[in-house]
């Protein structure tokens, strides 16, 4: 498991534009119910997380069609 200060930020970079965290299996399975289209983002403190996948779902929203609903977990916490 990695410390909270240090995951702190990496989780932050999601949560700023606009994904709500999930911490448990069951947070999960009850976001999956939800009507409409769901985006989950695997969080995770490597250096392709950083670089590609956690700006890339940033820049995803950037569109006209987006998902209904945003949620993340992360990886090893």
Known sequence: ???PEL???MR???TRVGFSELYTANE???ALKQEGTTL???NSVCGCA???????AAMS?????KP????TVFAGV
């Open 61 to 65: 929203l950037q569109n006209d069609k």
């Open 7 to 9: 995951v702190k930020p």
């Open 1 to 3: 498991m990695y410390p």
């Open 50 to 56: 950083a670089a590609n996948a956690r700006p890339g």
């Open 28 to 30: 999960v399975e009850e």
């Open 68 to 71: 209904d609903h945003l949620v």
């Open 40 to 42: 989950v983002v695997v």
């Open 12 to 14: 932050e970079d999601l």
